[in-house]
């Protein structure tokens, strides 16, 4: 029922545009990690299906979509030849690519937060998994290439609370039955908008208080 | 049946404390490795219910635990508000927090070994799943860190073993038919204490014999 | 069906093989980082049981081989043993471990693109399964080691395309109706074969066109 808000075909592209912008993503930093093509196309598939197949996998949606969805193994593979020849071009469009992005979060923690109610989860529990299924793959992209996980440096703009937020407006809108394709649209659009907001004007999270003086590039041992 | 050895209420009770444990180590690093508080919630949550996911995700338990039980999910939110305000005073109690870890490493490999036997797998792989559940949400931790997982490093004190221990008693208790409150009880606290001796006389694994001249910081090129 | 093409025990014991050379990897990467003996132990399981883990999670068949059948269990114990008293003379055989480490790619991405296939899962998405299960190992060997997975870097010789092509060959055969023995023995033949000319003659793939001049070892800040 709630995954009939879009018509199955609008929501359908949806989803394949949020996985092209992420894979995009994941194939810029393999090239940057200087990977060959294969490492291209593995850190974009993984980039743009890693949420979602935890998500799946969490909610016991075997096989998940990544596997039984043609379109979703190919897109990822269509932005990998497209970074391989284009990517000095890719590069210096990183702000069109960061608005694409930020619209990726945001369809893809208000599908994650509906997909997971309708297997059964509790409303914390969903949105946690929309929350999950819109910057997991980033993580386990940042993990493959060994770098620490964007989402989780301090020293980049927010990320994690657009997400929040936009997961936390449709559990709030399933809460109150109240959930429908305008109300789907308009929580991408608040995350989508806090992104880029979040972007321009460099909003951070902080820190712990009384941190002592750690540096950041050399941390203590770790016990 | 044998998820009954302690009332329901006890046994909640002592996974929540497990839970809050693992929690406070995944905030202290990241802490230390100045992540955003957003980054410690992350680490706090990954560290506390990681090893349980993976072991209920490999015996189909789904959704898993740590996304049917509200408490499970709240209780690192807690620990990371607490570290997040109280720091330097967490650290401090060290000593604390290591006791309290090895009690969460001593429940979690009893419980994670009496869940896996319920849901239908041999001895062997029930004891397996009891201590990846015990040690995998620690693993996690330090992958998201970019650190190499403590649990590997020769240079500290042993933790596997404690719970290598443990799960074995459990396993056993259930092949002779003596799994009860007190056996159970017995594992926990055997697990518990040989954590404890280990952090306190240095306990240390060997490593390969007649290895060659490898400097740990600056390892050969791996193929 | 598809399952029977070798007799069950001949086929056992090719899973077998090829999980024990995978664990002999596992294990001698441990040695290089400087890792315990339980360490080592970690690290074998990992890397020859964790492809086929994740082959089995994606495909909903719980719970996973690794954990139903204790030979896959015990198996890479007797590979950390045996690394763990005679490592330089395993170390000096590294031709020989080469071979049968292209022997279990072979293996891996025939059986694995065949179990997901009998599981109901499509041509292509099955292949990907095979390769992921064939690669999956010995990725999450590099990242447990805290090291840039080998499977990502330009400047190792081939290893995803032979098990490409062996995983490709097995769904061909089953579109076309002609998966028997011999044809997948043909396409393990083909992919320990490719993968032993790209070691032999240093193949490599190529990276993205117009990279900028970027280091390989001090990459840039990724965003």
Redesign the interface.
């Known amino acids: 029922m709630l995954q009939e808000l879009f018509t199955p075909s609008v929501q359908h592209v949806l989803d394949l545009v949020g996985i092209f912008v992420f894979a995009i993503s994941g194939a810029l930093?393999?090239?940057?990690?200087?990977?060959?093509?294969?490492?291209?196309a593995?850190?974009a598939e993984v980039t743009a299906l890693g949420g979602g197949?935890f998500r799946d996998?969490?909610?016991?949606a075997?096989?998940?979509a990544a596997?039984?969805d043609?379109g979703y193994?190919v897109t990822p593979l269509i932005a990998t030849v497209l970074?391989?020849?284009l990517?000095?071009e890719v590069e210096r469009i990183q702000l069109g690519v960061n608005i694409f992005d930020a619209a990726g979060l945001g369809l893809f923690c208000v599908s994650g937060t509906t997909k997971a109610y309708d297997?059964?989860?509790?409303l914390?529990?969903s949105a946690?998994?929309g929350l999950a299924s819109a910057v997991g793959g980033g993580?386990l992209r940042d993990?493959?290439?060994?770098?620490?996980?964007?989402?989780?440096?301090?020293d980049?703009d927010l990320y994690?609370?657009p997400a929040i937020v936009g997961a936390a407006m449709v559990a709030l809108c399933i809460r109150f039955g109240v959930l429908n394709a305008f109300t789907s649209g308009l929580a991408v659009c608040t995350a989508l908008s806090l992104r880029l907001l979040a972007l321009k004007y460099h909003w951070?999270?902080?820190?712990?208080?009384?941190?002592?003086s750690?540096k950041?590039d050399e941390?203590?041992q770790?016990?």
Do not use: C, Q
């Not at 930093?29 to 291209?40: E, P, Q, T, Y």
């Not at 996998?57 to 016991?60: A, K, P, Q, Y």
């Not at 297997?119 to 509790?122: E, H, K, P, S, V």
């Open positions: 930093l393999a090239v940057r990690k200087n990977f060959d093509v294969f490492g291209m593995v850190l197949l996998l969490v909610i016991g075997v096989p998940p596997f039984s043609l193994f970074v391989f020849f990517h000095p297997y059964g989860l509790g914390t529990a946690t998994l993580v993990v493959l290439a060994n770098e620490v996980p964007s989402l989780l440096r301090w980049r994690a609370v951070r999270a902080p820190r712990a208080w009384h941190r002592s750690v950041a941390p203590d770790v016990g």
